[in-house]
C-alpha cells in the first residue's frame, strides 16, 4: 500500500527557509507522473503549492513561486520542499501527495509553525 | 486564477441523510474536478475524479456529477465516519485551486 510521510523541523524562525521531505514507500517514485505539496493555514483552506513531475520538471503557485523549489530523489525514493524567507503566514500544515487521478493518495501532513 | 466556490460552507444532518454539496468554477474546467474528505489528524482522502469518478476504494454511497463550471457531490446514507470537511479542486488549469470546503457535523 502507498504511503507517503512528510519530514522536517516543526518550527522554523522568520525569514528562514523551510525545509520538507517526503518519503514515499511501497510504490517507485518514478512509476507516477506527478507529485505534490499542498498547504492549509490553522483554520484556512487548501492551498496548492507545487508540483514536480517525473522528468523533474516543476509547476508552481505563482503567489509562492518566487520562494519555492521543488526536487524529488530518485535513489531515496523522496522529494522535498523548500520554502525560502519565510513568515508568519506560512504557518500551516502542509502535505505531500501523489498526483495521477487528481491528488489520490496524501502523507498524515506536518505542522510548521514560522516564530521566533 | 479559476476560483472555485462551495455551498453550503456548512451543514449538519443526521446518519443515513442524502446530502449534496455543490461546487462552482469561475470559468469551464470540463470534467478536471476532484473531491477531497478531510478529517483532523488524518490523511485526507481523495473520493472522487474527473468529476465523477470514484477513487479506489470509495464507498458507492459517494457519487459525483458536473460538467463545465456547475458540480456536485452527494452521499447517499450519510454514515457515522462521514462527518468530515469536503473540498473541491479543479485541475483543469494551473494553478491548480481549492473550494473554500463544506462542514459537514452531527445535527
Known amino acids: 500500500q502507498v504511503q507517503l510521510q512528510e519530514s522536517g523541523p516543526g518550527l522554523v524562525k522568520p525569514s528562514e527557509t523551510l525545509s520538507l521531505t517526503c518519503n514515499v514507500s511501497?510504490?517507485?517514485?518514478?512509476?507516477?507522473?506527478?507529485w505534490g505539496w499542498i498547504r492549509q493555514p490553522p483554520g484556512k483552506g487548501l492551498e496548492w503549492i507545487g508540483n514536480?513531475?517525473?522528468?523533474?520538471?516543476?509547476h508552481y503557485n505563482p503567489s509562492l513561486k518566487s520562494r519555492v523549489t521543488i526536487s524529488v530523489d530518485t535513489s531515496k525514493n523522496h522529494f522535498s520542499l523548500k520554502l525560502a524567507s519565510v513568515t508568519a503566514a506560512d504557518t500551516a500544515v502542509y502535505f505531500c501527495?501523489?498526483?495521477?487521478?487528481?491528488?489520490?493518495?496524501w502523507g498524515l501532513g506536518t505542522m510548521v509553525t514560522v516564530s521566533s | 486564477d479559476i476560483q472555485m466556490t462551495q455551498s453550503p460552507s456548512s451543514l449538519s444532518a443526521s446518519v443515513g441523510d442524502r446530502i449534496i454539496i455543490t461546487c462552482r468554477a469561475s470559468q469551464a474546467i470540463g470534467t478536471w474536478l476532484a473531491w477531497y474528505q478531510l478529517k483532523p489528524g488524518k490523511a485526507p482522502k481523495a473520493l472522487i475524479f474527473a468529476a465523477s469518478r470514484l477513487q479506489t476504494g470509495v464507498p458507492g454511497r459517494f457519487s459525483g456529477s458536473g460538467f463545465g463550471t456547475d458540480f456536485t457531490l452527494t452521499i447517499a446514507g450519510l454514515q457515522p465516519e462521514d462527518f468530515a470537511t469536503y473540498f473541491c479542486q479543479q485541475y483543469g488549469d494551473y494553478p491548480l485551486t481549492f473550494g473554500p470546503g463544506t462542514k459537514v457535523d452531527v445535527k
Open positions: 501527495a501523489k498526483y495521477e487521478d487528481a491528488f489520490d493518495i
Open positions: 511501497a510504490y517507485s517514485i518514478t512509476s507516477a507522473p506527478y
Open positions: 514536480i513531475y517525473e522528468d523533474g520538471n516543476t
